[in-house]
């Protein structure tokens, strides 16, 4: 029997499948942060976000737009980005860089740096010698790799979400073409860790849009497939992409649509930027031949010209896909001498003739690599802002032999919103509903190895051999597992990239080292030693082709195998025990108890998927096919064999021993197969079967990479750190500008008030000449100086001017509250006024306040008139310019003090309990008393002189309902009698009668 124990891996279908179409569907399960995604074009980058509580929308940026331009400007001094870089780009050429992309993952070698300095003979790349590859030398002090650049443009889309977001953002999907290989996608990811933003997932753009179709078109899919092919022609770049929409039966989630991309064909060049170049080459030459005969310099040379001419060969471009000609004009182009020159639509499909022959190309690639027929293709649909170009769809239309094209995608937005709906689903923030997608291999990866063998008694050779590990069109994410059966000491494998034979000549050239990674193994002969009694499965080697489409080897095992026999007489008591317990709780015959979770590898195939063949998580096993051992080609162990759990002691004997026993480890006193094992049936008892004990020993991997080393963590930290300081150096730069802005507004709007009324009515010409004659010089300071002053110097100035204005300001401020704080005071004055000749008109019986009380508030309103007249009557006195003496401060504190004893007085009342009534001569008892409190029961109870039946409380009715009365309706002071007794207070304006409540106060 094998005993085998399953790891648990992570659920991939979960992950790759959460998606939603509405806000409704989309639940945040918690406050965490918004999430982002980036899809990162060759021209321009979309960002949307995701936050709690907001649907999923396209991020804006500071200029409003929904594109941001992937631009870098790079000074000394400062950076520049997007919109403000793009408009740098003419001033300053060679420190502005585009297209970037472009170079990452490549080495030197490769045509496409080349390409890029011949599109781009303005910027200076440097060579790195330790891995091969180009930087940006923007001057002899500045210098940036194309990962570092990238960097700073995804921490710049981060800054852009986050502003538009509210709040901090950490988490993004970012698209890749999906034709970036290993080497390409690593960078992005180096690039996103300098950034310090967690990459939830990489995500191919094309993959990205068929999301986004398929799930707002989620009722659209049925069992039945429909197979879409959508065509995206960005600016650097041309995909096709075949994808299968269809509902399939998921293991957690029952039926649910699902997308699966079946055939991708590229063009890695195909795109608006060549049409552009080609359009800019051909105004160059219209330029230089209006100017021959005036021994003019070619434009070509001057790299601020050939700026300007881009931009105005992408305007032109745009304008001929809905005009049949256009006049592209550029004032002073080089040596202050205009540009004008008509230009057809004829004429530019004539200088991109060769280009629109390559649009079909990318179809025949996507129809090949699905196998399909274009008959099978029920739609195609544009992506991508290239496809706006008339030629394109022609010349489209006629390859696909439909009778229109598909638009009814946003062809600009619609990779960010796909890349954001899987954001918000691997977030686990969100709650969403299910979407499988499944993506698709694009270059086929296997493992290579040469071995020695003996073909005949005597004559020894060495043998090549390949194995498949990812087959193109293949799904991922996917775990793989490769054994080696025949080794018994160190050897090599060899990672590389398969069949790429799909791939022209050039592209192969583009695409650079097939050749991956060299995998150098130790403590093969090792693991031997150490189990010389058993027999060895192999060396097991677990490939991950994780979500970002990036290969990783996880580990290298040595596995081994002895046979241990069953002996149930030697079975202990407590094992016995133990497997009771076990078997009651269901342990032992089924194969899910074995899975226990300890960390043991996992050897069988995981079930496909219900409705999929190969379902993306699924494992294979590959061996080394026609010279596996005899025992590599033996039957698989019957089911019940799977049952044997692995023994909590396994963990400690991991530990001890660095190695992961899959089976019960023998004890030296023979107890094998006892603890935590199922009870065998009776029969199997009297057969004493044996069971195989496994035994894991992992191997030591150095890994020699090929295709392009990846930033050392040394350096890779540096970066960041460089990248920070430089993050930090524009906060600190924007905090000046903003320094500097804030001393220029002060003395300029101080200036302007100089010369207002307010302000001139509260000083004298001196004082106004003493401020103005300050402001003017800290103006010329500003001018003068102002440049190479720090934030703290702008700062200390403006402290400086602020003070001298203070009093100015001061008087001016108060003058405009005094009505205000005024009157506020007059009326609370009356109120409190009346409130207590009210409180003084309740009977001694009912009467709730104490005379102290009472006197403490007629005294404190009669200061605060006293304070108020003599204040008022002071200032009057007073001249303007002078610091006043009637301070708003003052007349706040003083309500603040008036306002505290009336409302203390307000809730007595409020809270008060009715006294109860004496009772009458008849036993009967007399009206309670509004308000009266309890301890006021016993008192003997004077009704007031003169007060006669209708002035008294509402009658108590007979239980306690006076208090609830008292409790639930506001409290009425001031009734008739009170308005027939009430004297207008001196200063008080006549006529204010009023009945007051307490929430008046
Ligand atoms: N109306 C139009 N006519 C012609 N070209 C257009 C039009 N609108 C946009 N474009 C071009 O589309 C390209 C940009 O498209 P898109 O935003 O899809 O590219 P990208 O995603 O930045 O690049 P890529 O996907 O190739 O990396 C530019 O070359 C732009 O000039
Ligand atoms: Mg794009």
């Known amino acids: 029997m094998v005993a085998t124990v399953r790891r648990q891996r992570p659920r991939r279908l979960a992950c790759w499948a959460l998606m939603t179409v509405l806000l409704a569907d989309l639940l945040a399960l918690s406050d965490t942060l918004a999430v982002m995604s980036v899809d990162l074009g060759s021209e321009s980058m979309k960002v949307a976000i995701v936050k709690p509580g907001v649907p999923m929308e396209i991020v804006l940026n500071k200029e409003s737009r929904r594109k941001t331009p992937v631009t870098v400007t790079l000074k000394e001094n400062e950076r520049f980005f997007g919109d403000s870089a793009a408009s740098m780009a003419i001033k300053n050429p ?12 490549k080495q030197e070698n490769n045509p496409h740096v080349a390409l890029y300095k011949a599109r781009f003979p303005e910027h200076e790349l440097g060579f790195d010698p330790q891995r091969q590859t180009v930087y940006f030398q923007i001057s002899p002090q500045l210098q940036f790799s194309p990962e570092e ?33 290993q080497a390409e996608r690593r960078a992005v990811l180096q690039a996103a860790r300098m950034a310090g933003l967690k990459v939830l997932q990489l995500i191919n753009d094309n993959t990205a849009t068929a999301l986004s179709y398929g799930v707002f078109r989620r009722k659209d899919i049925n069992s039945t497939a429909q197979n879409i092919m959508f065509y995206d022609m960005g600016s650097g770049s041309t995909v096709c992409t075949i994808v299968t929409y269809q509902t399939v039966k998921t293991k957690d989630a029952g039926m649910q649509p ?15 930027l060549e049409m552009e170049l080609r359009l800019r080459e051909h105004l160059a030459g219209l330029f230089n031949e209006q100017r021959r005969g005036q021994r003019a310099k070619d434009v070509r040379e001057n790299p601020r010209a050939m700026a300007k001419l881009l931009r105005e060969a992408n305007r032109l471009k745009t304008v001929l896909s809905a005009n049949a000609d256009h006049v592209a004009q550029i004032e002073g182009l080089m040596d202050d001498v205009d540009f004008k020159a008509k230009v057809t639509r004829a004429e530019f499909e004539e200088l991109c003739a060769d280009l629109f022959e390559r649009v079909p190309g990318p179809v025949q690639q996507a129809l090949q690599s699905a196998e399909m027929k274009l008959d099978e293709i029920e739609q195609v649909i544009l992506v991508g802002g290239a496809t706006r170009v008339p030629k394109v769809q022609e010349v489209l239309l006629k390859a696909v032999g439909k009778e229109e094209l598909g638009k009814n995608i946003n062809a600009d937005e619609a990779a960010a919103m796909g890349a954001v709906y899987q954001a918000a689903a691997l977030s686990k923030a969100f709650k969403v509903k299910p979407f499988v997608v499944r993506d698709a291999v694009i270059y086929p990866i296997l493992v290579e190895f040469t071995r020695e063998v003996e073909e005949e008694t005597g004559v020894r050779s060495l043998k090549h051999n390949k194995r498949i590990l990812f087959s193109r069109m293949g799904p991922y994410p996917q775990r793989k597992v490769i054994t080696f059966n025949r080794y018994s000491h160190d050897f090599n494998f060899h990672i590389n990239y398969g ?196 035994m894991v020993e992992e191997i030591g991997v150095e890994l020699v990479v090929l295709d392009l080393p990846d930033l050392p963590e040394d350096q890779l930290a540096r970066s960041a750190q460089k990248l920070q300081d430089l993050t930090l150096r524009d906060l600190q730069k924007q905090e000046r500008e903003k320094a500097a802005n804030s001393l220029e507004a002060f003395i300029f709007e101080t200036q302007d008030k100089l010369y207002q009324p307010e302000y001139q009515e509260v000083s004298t010409e001196e004082q106004r000449e003493d401020i103005s004659g300050k402001l003017s010089a800290a103006s010329t300071w500003l001018e003068d100086e102002g440049f190479g002053a720090t934030t703290a110097m702008l700062k200390e100035k403006l402290a400086e001017l602020r003070k001298l204005c203070h009093g100015l300001f001061f008087r001016v401020e108060e003058r405009k509250k005094w009505p205000e704080r005024l009157s506020a005071l007059d009326n609370l004055l009356n109120h409190s006024s009346m409130f207590l000749k009210g409180a003084r008109l309740i ?56 306002d505290r004893e009336v409302q203390y007085l307000l809730n007595k009342a409020k809270f008060a309990k009715p006294r109860p009534r004496p009772r009458d001569k008849n036993g009967t008892r007399a009206e309670a008393p509004l308000n009266a409190s309890a301890s006021d029961q016993s008192e003997k109870v004077i009704p007031p002189p003169g007060q006669t039946e209708d002035t008294k409380p509402i009658p108590e009715p007979e239980k306690e309902a006076g208090s609830e009365a008292a409790d639930s309706e506001p409290l009425e002071l001031g009734g008739p009698a009170a308005e027939s007794e009430q004297k207008e207070h001196p200063e008080q304006p006549t006529g204010q009668k009023q009945t007051l409540k307490n929430d008046e106060l």
């Open 499 to 694: 069949d790429l034979g799909f791939l022209g000549p050039e592209d192969l050239r583009v695409f650079g080292s097939q050749n991956l990674t060299t995998v150098k193994l130790k403590g093969v002969g090792e693991s031997f030693k150490k189990y010389p009694d058993y027999e060895s499965k192999g060396i097991k080697a677990h490939f991950n082709l994780d979500e970002s489409g990036v290969l990783s080897l996880d580990r290298v095992e040595s596995v081994f195998e002895t046979l241990v026999e069953d002996s149930p007489e030697e079975e202990s008591t407590l094992t016995k025990l133990g497997n009771t317990i076990s078997s009651l709780f269901g342990g032992g015959s089924t194969p899910d108890t074995k899975e226990n979770g300890t960390d043991t590898v996992q050897e069988e195939e995981e079930g496909p998927a219900e409705g999929s063949k190969d379902e993306p998580g699924e494992q294979a096993e590959l061996k080394e096919e026609a010279e596996a051992p005899a025992e590599d080609t033996s039957s698989p162990p019957p089911p019940e064999a799977k049952g044997a759990s692995a023994p909590e002691g396994e963990k400690a004997t991991e530990k001890d021993g660095g190695n992961k026993p899959e089976a019960q480890k023998p004890s030296e006193k023979g107890e094998a197969g006892s603890e935590g094992a199922p009870p065998a049936p009776e029969e199997e008892k009297k057969q004493k079967p044996a069971r195989k004990q496994r």
């Open 258 to 272: 699902q997308l699966q991309i079946r055939g991708v064909g590229f063009d890695r060049t195909l795109g608006g």
């Open 149 to 181: 650049v990238l960097s700073m443009l995804l921490n710049y889309s981060r800054s852009l979400a986050e502003d538009f977001a509210e709040q901090p953002i950490k988490d993004a999907v970012i698209t890749v073409p999906a034709f970036f290989n």
């Open 843 to 898: 009977p001694e019986m009912d009467q709730i306040f104490t005379e102290v009380e009472m006197t403490t508030l007629e005294k404190i309103i009669n200061e605060t008139w006293a304070w108020k007249n003599t204040t008022v009557a002071e200032q009057a006195k007073l001249p303007a310019t002078e610091k006043p003496v009637l301070l708003s401060k003052d007349i706040e504190a003083k309500m603040a003090a008036l």
């Open 94 to 105: 060679k420190a502005t860089l585009r297209y970037f992309q472009h170079l990452l993952g």
